[in-house]
């Protein structure tokens, strides 16, 4: 069983960077991928990056542009999403998630946290 709670969204300018942090508690939890989604309004859930129980893998989709970075310190059981040059098209619900998995495109994740908000002006 993991826990997983996101902090950092807010308010930002576009044009600025931001960095999402995750707690995944639990006494398994270093054990787990990390990823992190978004969703949008009005659009589906979709992976933005995961990362590997060490954090020597990781993986992003095609479509974040290379804008995106996740690190993880499991000394301090968090996962992080660096976000570079923020656009108004990132404003979503960011969500951090845990599962035995590799990281790579699947999106079936077991656990899930409560998400982040995050708006980008113009």
């Known amino acids: 069983q993991v826990h997983l709670e996101e902090s950092g969204g807010g308010l930002v300018q576009a044009g600025v960077s931001l960095r999402l942090s995750c707690v995944a508690s639990?006494?398994?939890?270093?054990?787990?991928?990390l990823g992190w989604f978004r969703q949008a309004p009005g659009k589906k859930r979709e992976l933005v990056a995961a990362v590997s129980r060490s954090g020597g893998t990781t993986y992003y989709p095609d479509s974040v542009e290379g804008r995106f970075t996740i690190s993880r310190d499991n000394a301090k059981s968090t996962v992080y999403l660096q976000i570079h040059n923020l656009k108004p098209e990132d404003t979503a619900v960011y969500y951090c998630?845990?599962?035995?998995?590799?990281?790579?495109?699947?999106?079936?994740?077991?656990?899930w946290g409560q998400g982040t908000q995050v708006v980008v002006s113009s």
């Open positions: 998630a845990a599962d035995d998995i590799a990281p790579g495109p699947s999106t079936w994740y077991d656990y």
């Open positions: 639990g006494p398994t939890s270093s054990e787990y991928t």
